[in-house]
C-alpha cells in the first residue's frame, strides 16, 4: 500500500466535444507539399492534434462562456472594462490598464511610446514581435539571459535568469539614459518557457532602480512561471500561485500581454502601466492603432471572458493541472531517447532539432524538416524555433541562433493524456528513422517575420 502513486488529475470535466478528422500518409503527404512544408500554412481542418500554438487555443470554461453572454457593447465605458480594469489591479497591481486586440498591439504602443532611435533595449531573450517592434521603433535589443538559456542540456531551475554583469555592462557601454527600459519575459518562450526566479528579478530591480531604467514586464505565462517558483525556489513552496504573481510583478513598472495564452481566452492582451504620463499617451495612441482605450479592439464579451479567464489562470489547481500535463509529455519523450530542451518548461515541449538531426546543417533547416516530418507521421502539428524563426538582421545576415528547435505546443485544457501518448509515440517514430531524413530548401520568404509564410521544397 505505501508506494501508490499520487497523480495529479484535470480539475474540471468535459462538458462538449469537438471532433477530430482522422487523415491518412496519402493525405498528409498532399496537405504538407500544398503548405510549402510549413506548418504555418497547413489548414487547420487536415490537423489532427494540433501543437502549433498555446495562443488563443485554450479552451474555455463555462463560466467564461456565460460572461461572453454579459458582453456589454458600448463603443465607450463598457461594462466589462471596468470589470477588466478591477481585475487586474487585483491579480497583477498595475495601475492603468489600456486594452489592446492582442499582446503585439500592446507591443506596439509601448514601443512607440518609450523608444527614441538609437537606443538600446536589453532583454532576457528575444521574443518575435516583441523585438521587431523594438527594431521598428528604432530600438536595438540586446540579450542579457544567462548563457545557460541558450544549453538545451543545461538543467538550471531557472534558465530565465537575467545575467546581471552583461546588464550592468550594457549599462555602462551605453548609458542609462540610451535605455528606455529593460524588457523581461516571465517563462521565456523563445528559450523553451523557462522560468525566471523572484531572486533573479529583485537583482535586477535592485540595478535598475539605481540608474532610473524602467522594467516592463512580458506577462504573457506569468502563471507558469509562478508555478515553477512555487516549485523550486526556496521560501515559496508555501505560497499560492496568486500571491507570487502579483510579487512578480510588483518588481516591474509596467506589462505587456497577450491573454492569448495564460488568460485562458481566444483573442485579447493589453498594456498595463503604473507611471501616469505612460498611460496618458498610451490611451491617446491606442485610438489611432487599436480603437478607444475602453475597447482597444476587442469586443466587450471579450473583455468579460479576459476577466474571468484571468482569475481562473492564478488558480493552483488549474497551473498544476496545466504544467503536469506539459511534464508527462516531456517525461514520455524522454523514456523515448528523443532529445528534448531540460528541464521541462511551462507550455510545450522543445524538441532540440540539431541533436535530433545532426547530419543537417543549420542552412537546411533541422528544426523545419522535423516540424513537417511529425506531421507526415501522425497528423501532428507542430512549429520550428529555430533559423527560420529568428529572420534576417538589419544588413540582411541570417541570425543563426544557437537553439534549432520544435515547439510542441499544449493548448490549455483542450486535450487528454491519451493524446499525450500518441504525440510522444509519433516522435518517437520519426526518430527512429531520422537518418533517412534530409533537409528543406526555402523557395520563398517574406520580409517580416518569415517562419509564418515562407515556403519550402524537400531536398
Ligand atoms: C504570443 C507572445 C507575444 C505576442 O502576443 P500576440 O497576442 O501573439 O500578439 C509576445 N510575447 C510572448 C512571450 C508571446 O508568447
Not at 528559450?191 to 530591480?205: C, H, Y
Not at 523515448?336 to 540539431?354: L, R
Not at 531524413?437 to 520568404?445: A, F, T
Request: glycine share 8%; charged share 25%; proline share 3%.
Amino acid at each position: 500500500m505505501k508506494n501508490i502513486k499520487h497523480s495529479w488529475a484535470e480539475p474540471y470535466k468535459i462538458k462538449m466535444v469537438e471532433l477530430l478528422k482522422m487523415t491518412s500518409p496519402s493525405q498528409r503527404k498532399k496537405a504538407m507539399k500544398e503548405a510549402g512544408f510549413n506548418t504555418f500554412l497547413l489548414k487547420s481542418e487536415d490537423v489532427y492534434i494540433d501543437l502549433l500554438t498555446d495562443s488563443g487555443t485554450s479552451a474555455m470554461s463555462d463560466r467564461q462562456w456565460a460572461g461572453m453572454m454579459m458582453g456589454d457593447e458600448a463603443y465607450a465605458g463598457s461594462r466589462n472594462f471596468y470589470h477588466l480594469e478591477e481585475v487586474v489591479k487585483d491579480v497583477y497591481g498595475y495601475k492603468y490598464l489600456i486594452p489592446t486586440h492582442q499582446g503585439r498591439g500592446a507591443e506596439n504602443i509601448l514601443s512607440k511610446i518609450l523608444i527614441k532611435k538609437g537606443d538600446i533595449i536589453p532583454g532576457n531573450m528575444y521574443f518575435t514581435t516583441t523585438r521587431l517592434h523594438q527594431e521598428l521603433a528604432g530600438g536595438k535589443f540586446e540579450d542579457i539571459i544567462i548563457d545557460e538559456a541558450h544549453d538545451s542540456e543545461n538543467e538550471f531551475s531557472f534558465k530565465g535568469n537575467v545575467d546581471i554583469e552583461k546588464l550592468e555592462k550594457l549599462i555602462k557601454k551605453h548609458g542609462a539614459s540610451k535605455i528606455p527600459y529593460v524588457s523581461i519575459a516571465t517563462s521565456v518562450n523563445m528559450a523553451g518557457g523557462q522560468p525566471i526566479s523572484i531572486k533573479n528579478l529583485k537583482e535586477v530591480r535592485a540595478v535598475t532602480k539605481k540608474h532610473g531604467i524602467r522594467i516592463i514586464h512580458d506577462m504573457t505565462r506569468v502563471a507558469e512561471n509562478a508555478f515553477f517558483i512555487q516549485q523550486k525556489e526556496k521560501g515559496f513552496s508555501n505560497k499560492s500561485i496568486k500571491s507570487i504573481v502579483k510579487e512578480i510583478c510588483s518588481y516591474t513598472d509596467g506589462a505587456t500581454m497577450s491573454a492569448k495564452k495564460d488568460a485562458l481566452v481566444n483573442i485579447g492582451g493589453f498594456l498595463a502601466v503604473n507611471d501616469w504620463d505612460v498611460f496618458e499617451e498610451a490611451r491617446n495612441m491606442v485610438v489611432v492603432y487599436e480603437g478607444l482605450h475602453t475597447y482597444g479592439g476587442l469586443a466587450g464579451r471579450d473583455m468579460e471572458a479576459m476577466a474571468i479567464g484571468i482569475g481562473e489562470s492564478v488558480s493552483d489547481e488549474h497551473i498544476k493541472a496545466r504544467v503536469g500535463q506539459v511534464i508527462y509529455l516531456g517525461e514520455k519523450m524522454i523514456e523515448y531517447g528523443v532529445p528534448i530542451v531540460k528541464p521541462i518548461g511551462g507550455h510545450g515541449i522543445f524538441v532540440d532539432a540539431k541533436k535530433f538531426l545532426p547530419h543537417i546543417p543549420q542552412d537546411l533547416f533541422p528544426a523545419q524538416t522535423l516540424a513537417s516530418e511529425i506531421y507526415l507521421d501522425s497528423g501532428v502539428r507542430t512549429m520550428e524555433r529555430g533559423v527560420v524563426s529568428a529572420g534576417r538582421k538589419a544588413n540582411g545576415d541570417n541570425y543563426y541562433p544557437k537553439l534549432e528547435l520544435v515547439r510542441f505546443t499544449i493548448p490549455r485544457r483542450v486535450y487528454t493524456q491519451a493524446h499525450m501518448d500518441v504525440i510522444a509515440e509519433s516522435a518517437a517514430s520519426v526518430y527512429e528513422r531520422r537518418n533517412k531524413i534530409k533537409g528543406l530548401k526555402m523557395v520563398y520568404e517574406p520580409k517580416y517575420l518569415r517562419f509564418f509564410q515562407a515556403r519550402f521544397e524537400q531536398l
